[in-house]
């Protein structure tokens, strides 16, 4: 096998153990959703971090991903989808915080499509290539300020947000199907993880629990 077919299954660096090992703390932590559990037990996390934090790819911890980002512990990431996936099968999702494209691998393994938004430029180019390398293909990217969405294609059946605004954006709300979920982190200092239901022209909001995002900023940039 060449050294590159080795780093994509890595091989050497994080054994199978170890990737098994994830997989039962998260069942620990309360994650039961089978086909949540199954993308993660089949994605290669390693291959969304730089090189030199590979060996750290499956311990049940936030990574940085550069650009001041960081790519959700799996915990995180599991319960999100998983709380998004509560109402039943999933067709149009969108995906506001693409970073490394880790997220966006789990969750589009578990709903039919997604569209993703990002600020920075170069993080969406490289989760762009990970996520074909891996053969990832329902996924379509959007270099834009999430806070507006992307009405283009809305309404969609579930929103899943990866940073953290004060207060739900309104123009993600309205972007949301009738009986459509969203999945939030917000707050500033003090954050939860939020639940927004929509019934008609009535939101219902469900706070989580407590979580640890970048704040979602205003603007798009190239660098
Ligand atoms: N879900 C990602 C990590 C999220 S870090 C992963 O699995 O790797 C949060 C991401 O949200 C960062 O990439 C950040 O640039 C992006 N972000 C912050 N504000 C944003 C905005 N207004 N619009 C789009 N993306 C935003």
């Given at each position: 096998m060449a050294r590159d077919e080795h780093y994509k299954n890595g091989i050497g660096m994080t054994s199978q153990r170890t990737r098994e090992r994830l997989l039962e703390r998260l069942f620990e932590e309360g994650i039961r959703n089978l086909h949540v559990l199954e993308a993660i037990r089949r994605t290669?996390?390693?291959?969304?971090?730089?090189?030199?934090?590979?060996?750290?790819?499956?311990?049940?911890?936030a990574l940085p991903i550069g650009h001041n980002q960081t790519l959700s512990q799996p915990y995180i990431v599991a319960r999100m989808t998983e709380l998004l996936l509560g109402g039943g099968p999933l067709d149009k999702v969108m995906e506001v915080g693409t970073g490394s494209g880790y997220q966006t691998a789990i969750l589009a393994q578990?709903?039919?499509?997604?569209?993703?938004?990002?600020r920075i430029y170069?993080?969406?180019?490289?989760?762009?290539?990970?996520?074909?390398?891996?053969?990832?293909?329902?996924?379509?990217?959007?270099?834009?300020?999430?806070?507006?969405?992307w009405p283009q294609y809305g309404?969609?059946?579930?929103?899943?947000?990866?940073a953290a605004p004060a207060e739900v954006p309104r123009e993600l709300l309205s972007q949301l199907a009738d009986g459509g979920r969203m999945v939030i982190p917000v707050g500033e200092q003090d954050q939860?993880?939020?639940?927004?239901?929509?019934?008609?022209?009535?939101?219902?909001?469900q706070q989580v629990e407590p979580v640890r995002f970048v704040p979602l900023l205003a603007g798009a940039i190239r660098s």
């Open positions: 290669p996390r390693h291959l969304f971090v730089d090189e030199a934090l590979a060996h750290r790819a499956y311990e049940d911890t578990v709903v039919e499509r997604i569209f993703s938004v990002e170069p993080l969406q180019e490289r989760a762009k290539v990970v996520l074909k390398d891996i053969n990832i293909r329902n996924v379509v990217f959007r270099h834009a300020d999430g806070n507006w969405g309404p969609y059946d579930a929103i899943l947000v990866t939860h993880l939020m639940l927004v239901v929509r019934n008609g022209e009535e939101f219902i909001y």
